[in-house]
């Protein structure tokens, strides 16, 4: 599957068959800070190559018999080594849909690892992503520094979660968040359902610089989730004294949803 992943280019559509066996990807990347010092080790199954906005990367499986990956991880990292589903490096102009992704550290899927890079038109269709292990940017679908995003259909539970208390690396880097329409979804088992998080955008005056605009959450079903739509708009960065970044939400469409439990 990785090197199927590494030959895409424009307007190519990935098939993703079920053999009847998982697919699971152990190849280690190295992640340095912005000092070039080593943060950890992530595997994973990787996308470095975007589409264009005429010509779609298309990664799909059988809707009836969706292929699964499974990263084998059945509890949270006691490592350096973190085990992502599927990694949307850096990439724009991508389609992913009828995938089941279980059994992994962080993210089911996920456009980043260290912060927000600028990412655009994405459609994550018809998934069922479950069984992931994370701590504070835990998430089944983590999408950072996008616009142009639409998640439909998508089955997302048991994200187990759990918060650190040490120091964590604050984004200082944002990128606009914009058309991010998040559609007919179930949630399951959770935490947190949604979060927007404003983290990295405005200044240390609270001037916002960059609204976050245009968020629709439609008719999604949350069972058994703590807090179903979260929205940050001020976020301390890791010392808790020097910096804090500010965000503002505009045309925001909370509308149609069901809450159970």
Do not use: W
């Not at 990367?57 to 084998?72: C, H, M, N, V």
């Not at 389609?95 to 089941?100: A, D, E, F, G, S």
């Not at 910096?243 to 149609?256: L, N």
């Amino acid at each position: 599957l990785q090197y199927a992943l590494d030959q895409l280019r424009p307007g190519d559509v990935l098939v993703v068959q079920n053999s009847g066996q998982p697919y699971k990807s152990d190849i280690p990347e190295q992640i340095f800070d912005d000092n070039g010092q080593p943060l950890k080790t992530v595997s994973g199954f990787r996308l470095g190559t975007s589409g264009t906005a005429t010509k779609p990367i298309t990664i799909e499986g059988d809707s009836t018999l969706p292929p699964i990956i499974d990263q084998e991880q059945d509890d949270f990292v006691t490592g350096s080594n973190t085990v992502l589903g599927l990694l949307l490096d850096c990439v724009s102009n991508i389609v992913v849909r009828n995938l089941i992704i279980i059994n992994v550290n962080e993210a089911g899927i996920t456009s980043s690892i260290e912060g927000a890079c600028e990412t655009n038109n994405i459609t994550l269709e018809g998934n069922t992503i479950y069984d992931v292990y994370g701590e504070n940017y835990v998430g089944g679908i983590r999408l950072m520094g996008v616009s142009d995003v639409l998640i439909k259909e998508n089955d997302i539970r048991n994200i187990k979660s759990r918060p650190v208390n040490e120091p964590q690396r604050f984004l200082t880097i944002g990128h606009r968040l914009s058309n991010i329409f998040i559609e007919k979804n179930t949630f399951e088992s959770l935490d947190s359902g949604i979060v927007i998080n404003a983290q990295g955008l405005g200044s240390t005056t609270f001037q916002p610089e960059e609204p976050i605009t245009n968020i629709k959450i439609h008719k999604n079903s949350f069972d058994q989730v703590k807090a179903p739509v979260n929205f940050h708009n001020r976020t301390n960065d890791s010392s808790g004294v020097n910096i804090t970044k500010t965000g503002v939400f505009r045309s925001v469409d909370i509308s149609g949803n069901l809450f159970h439990d």
